[in-house]
């Protein structure tokens, strides 16, 4: 079974903290994307990578970056946390031989900024 | 205009109703299209595909069609487990990235 793992479930952090966020998956992956998702707003893609050291902006990266240097772990940062970023963040993997690139997501943390 | 629109419901149905939902896609270039389903409080997971010429999980059915830009799912048989919002997604590149509606949720009542 793919698993896709996530540092926190829940964390909760002061505006203008710089805030870490880890995804791990297991499935050798090339893809891995980092989702944002909000009542009314659905998911939304923040950064995708679809390798090593690769990375591209999705639809809403302003305020985030990401770091992908081992092909099993995408980081996602925050490099001054604002209320508006309180959210539940969702990482996800896909591959190549994965018949339609099926993406499997992490359980997700939920984010609150204060 | 949003890039997947889906109709938010809520869709309330008695067992054993057959519901159906729609989807629809304005870029024309779109490749690969999936269903998804997300149980309150835990992560997406994949449903099914959508095929071009329609394919059948059990009780599912999905259709797809190109030239409306439009995907629905077809539920018969609905079971209390089916309770759930349903996420249609259009993969543009064939490459993994896609773009997700914001989901359909369905309770399904005793």
């Known amino acids: 079974d793919v698993k896709v793992t996530q540092s926190s479930r829940y964390l909760v952090k002061r505006t203008g903290e710089k805030v870490f966020l880890e995804c791990v998956q297991d499935?050798?992956?090339?893809?891995m994307f980092w989702y944002r998702q909000d009542p009314g707003l659905g998911l939304r893609l923040i950064y995708f990578?679809?390798?090593?050291?690769?990375?591209e902006k999705g639809d809403i990266p302003e305020g985030y970056s990401v770091s992908r240097e081992k092909k099993e772990r995408f980081s996602l940062i925050l490099e001054s946390a604002s209320t508006n970023q309180t959210s539940m963040y969702l990482c996800?993997?896909?591959?190549?031989?994965?018949?339609?690139?099926?993406?499997?997501f992490g359980p997700g943390t939920r984010l609150t900024v204060t | 205009r949003k890039e997947v629109e889906q109709d938010p419901g809520p869709f309330n149905v008695p067992e054993g109703a057959t519901v159906a939902f729609n989807c629809t896609y304005s870029?024309?270039?779109?490749?690969?299209f999936f269903w998804y389903r997300q149980d309150c409080r835990k992560e997406p997971k994949l449903l099914m595909s959508?095929?071009?010429s329609g394919n059948e999980d059990g009780r599912f059915t999905a259709q797809l069609n190109r030239a409306s830009q439009y995907i629905s799912l077809l539920i018969r048989d609905s079971k209390l487990s089916d309770s759930a919002t349903y996420l249609c997604?259009?993969?543009?590149?064939?490459?993994?990235?896609?773009?997700f509606g914001d989901g359909t949720t369905l309770t399904v009542k005793p």
């Open positions: 996800a993997s896909s591959g190549p031989g994965q018949g339609d690139y099926e993406q499997y």
């Open positions: 499935m050798d992956h090339e893809n």
């Open positions: 990578s679809y390798d090593v050291k690769m990375k």
């Open positions: 870029n024309s270039a779109s490749q690969s």
């Open positions: 959508v095929y071009s």
């Open positions: 997604v259009v993969d543009q590149t064939n490459a993994g990235k896609s773009t």
